[in-house]
Each structure stands twice: as structure tokens, then as C-alpha cells.
């Protein structure tokens, strides 16, 4: 059964790098018919997008935040990472990974998400 | 980038039809038929219930339908039921593999 699941600290300093990593089971990550895809939702607010790779390391990202975003892809662990630099508390939310249909460019999959917390 | 606009909150009795709209921009919902709608309940992952507007992937009711009108898609949930209770989120693609949503609705069953 194909699942998508999230893993990293749970807890990150002000100012240094969040990273989670999404592992994907039950399919390839190379498959060509999908984006993988971050998106995060601080408490109590709305959902937010925050980028996609192909499984050939292309990259978008949603513009707000700017060059503080990273995502990567290792097709030999079918994972796919997020690097968040300098953070602050407004990066304090649940991060989510998901698998994008690339045609339908609909998200048909979603991991159970993780909180991550930025402390001072 | 902006986010879309939904409505923070909708509400609807039992058996009742609600609509949830989304407003976007010429950028965005009003140029692309990618609109897609998320259910999400408390402490739950997001799960789809609408995708390219209108259509509805398997094992989701037909009381869910989606619609769209120039820079506004619409999300009608017919014959509410308490479980229908949830947040809504909206989104749509926004070009170059880009992805914007909407900032959600609360719907309530009263």
C-alpha cells in the first residue's frame, strides 16, 4: 500500500536549519507521473504550499520564502527531503509531504504530517 | 503569489446544501482547470475530495461537487451530514509547477 511518511526533529533552534525527510513506500519515486510535493500548516492557520521536486531533482518553490528553501530527492532511498534555513518561530508548523499527480496537478496522497517547533 | 480567498466559515443544518466559494485571480483559477478541494479534520492530514474542478476520485459521496466561474471555484456540499463537519481548503495551479491555496473554511453543522 503506498504510504508517505514524514520524519525529523521535532524540535529546532531559532536561527539554525529545519530538515524532514518524506520516505515513500509501496511505489517507485521515479515514477514520471508525479511531483512530490511540501506543504506545512502552523497551529490553527491554513495550509501552506512550499514547493515540489521531480523525481530528476527539478525544483520549484513558492516564492515567499525566498532562498531559504531546499528540496532534494534520493530516487536509491525513495526519499525526498526539505532543508528550511534560518528559522524562526513563524516556521513553527505541521510540515506535510505529498505526491502531486503532474498532469492533474492535484496532491492524491499525504503523509500524517509532523510538528516541528522552533525554540529560543 | 497570493493566496486564494475563501470565506473563514460556512455552516448548514443537517440535509441542507452549503457552498464554499474560492476566489482567485486571472494568475491562477481563472486561467487553469486544476482547482482542487482538500477536507481536513481536527488533527487529520488534508484528503481530496475535488480534483480539475469538478471531478471526485473514488470513494468520495456524490453530495461533494465542484464548479467554477471565471476567477471563483466553488465547492457545494448537498445533504450535509454531521461528518461533513471539517475545514475546507481550496487550490490551484498557479503555472510553472507552482502550487498557491486558499486560506480555508470552517464548516459547521449545526
Known amino acids: 500500500q503506498l504510504q508517505l511518511q514524514e520524519s525529523g526533529p521535532g524540535l529546532v533552534k531559532n536561527s539554525e536549519a529545519l530538515s524532514l525527510t518524506c520516505t515513500v513506500s509501496?511505489?517507485?519515486?521515479?515514477?514520471?507521473?508525479?511531483?512530490w510535493d511540501w506543504i506545512r500548516q502552523p497551529p490553527g492557520n491554513g495550509l501552506e504550499w512550499i514547493g515540489t521536486?521531480?523525481?530528476?531533482?527539478?525544483?520549484y518553490y513558492n516564492p515567499s520564502l525566498g532562498s531559504r528553501v531546499t528540496i532534494s530527492v534520493d530516487t536509491s532511498k525513495s526519499q525526498f527531503s526539505l532543508n528550511l534555513s534560518s528559522v524562526t518561530a513563524a516556521d513553527t508548523a505541521v510540515y506535510y509531504c505529498?505526491?502531486?499527480?503532474?498532469?492533474?496537478?492535484?496532491?492524491?496522497?499525504w503523509g500524517r504530517g509532523t510538528l516541528v517547533t522552533v525554540s529560543s | 503569489q497570493s493566496a486564494l480567498t475563501q470565506p473563514p466559515s460556512a455552516s448548514g443544518s443537517p440535509g441542507q446544501s452549503v457552498t464554499i466559494s474560492c476566489t482567485g485571480t486571472?494568475?491562477?483559477?481563472?486561467?487553469?482547470?486544476?482547482v482542487s478541494w482538500y477536507q481536513q479534520h481536527p488533527g487529520k492530514a488534508p484528503k481530496l475530495i475535488i480534483y480539475?474542478?469538478?471531478k471526485r476520485p473514488s470513494g468520495v459521496p456524490d453530495r461533494f461537487s465542484g464548479s467554477k466561474s471565471a476567477n471563483t471555484a466553488s465547492l457545494t456540499v448537498s445533504g450535509l451530514q454531521a461528518e461533513d463537519e471539517a475545514d475546507y481548503y481550496c487550490?490551484?495551479?498557479?503555472?510553472?509547477?507552482?502550487?498557491?491555496f486558499g486560506g480555508g473554511t470552517k464548516l459547521t453543522v449545526l
Open positions: 505529498a505526491r502531486r499527480t503532474r498532469t492533474g496537478r492535484y496532491l492524491g496522497l
Open positions: 509501496g511505489d517507485s519515486i521515479s515514477s514520471g507521473d508525479y511531483f
Open positions: 521536486i521531480y523525481y530528476t531533482g527539478t525544483t
Open positions: 486571472s494568475s491562477d483559477v481563472g486561467v487553469y482547470n486544476y
Open positions: 480539475e474542478v469538478s
Open positions: 487550490t490551484s495551479y498557479a503555472g510553472t509547477n507552482k502550487l498557491v
